[in-house]
C-alpha cells in the first residue's frame, strides 16, 4: 500500500477559494446597494464558507508529503485571499454596528475591490496553464490597490470637514478596512507573482 496520502491539487483549492472571494466581495456590492439584514447576513455565510475552504486547504497541506509550488506561497496565498473577504465581512458587521449609511467613497472602494477580487481569481485559475494572462491579472489588482489608496484619501479629507468627532471615527473605521482588504488583494497579487516566476 503506497504510504504517502493521495495528492491534492492545491492549485484547484486556491481557485475554489478565489472564486469564493470574488462570491462574497459581490455580495457585499449587493448590501451597499441594498442595505437589509438578508444582504448583510448573505456577506456573512459566504465568509463563512471562505473560512472553510482555508481550513481545508491548510488542513490538507499539512498532510501533504509533497506540493506542486512551495507549500509557504500556498499558504501565504490562501491567507491573503481570505483576508480580503474578512475585511469585506468586517465592514458590513461595522456599518451595521455603527449605524454608517454607505457614502459614495465607501460604494467606489468597495466596486474597485470586486473587480480586483474577479482579477485575483482570474489570475489564479490561469496560473498554470496560461501565465500571460495572469501576469495581465496581477498587474490589474496592483492598480486597484492604487485606486483605493486614492479614494481613501480623498474619503478622509471630506470626511474631516464634517464637526460630527463620532462620525468621523465610526467612518474611518469602515475605511480603513476596506483600505486593508486592497493591501491584502495587492499582497495575493505579489505572492502569485512569485509563484508565476518559480513556475515558468
Known sequence: MWPFPEQKD???????????VEEGLGALVEFLNDPTSDKARKVNFIEQEADDLRKNLVEELNRAFVTPIDREDIFALSRAVDDVMDYADSTVEEMNLF?????????KMVNI????????????????KHPGICADHLMSIRKAENL???????????????????????????????????????ASADITGNILVKIT
Open 10 to 20: 492545491f492549485l484547484k483549492m486556491l481557485s475554489d477559494q478565489t472564486e469564493k
Open 99 to 107: 449605524g454608517i449609511e454607505p457614502d459614495e467613497h465607501i460604494k
Open 113 to 128: 475591490l470586486y473587480k480586483a477580487a474577479q482579477d485575483i481569481n482570474c489570475a489564479v485559475s490561469n496560473l498554470k
Open 148 to 186: 483605493v489608496e486614492a479614494c481613501y484619501r480623498e474619503g478622509l479629507v471630506e470626511l474631516f470637514k464634517s464637526n460630527n468627532v463620532i462620525k468621523i471615527l465610526k467612518t474611518r473605521e469602515v475605511y480603513r478596512h476596506l483600505s486593508n482588504a486592497a493591501d491584502r488583494a495587492a
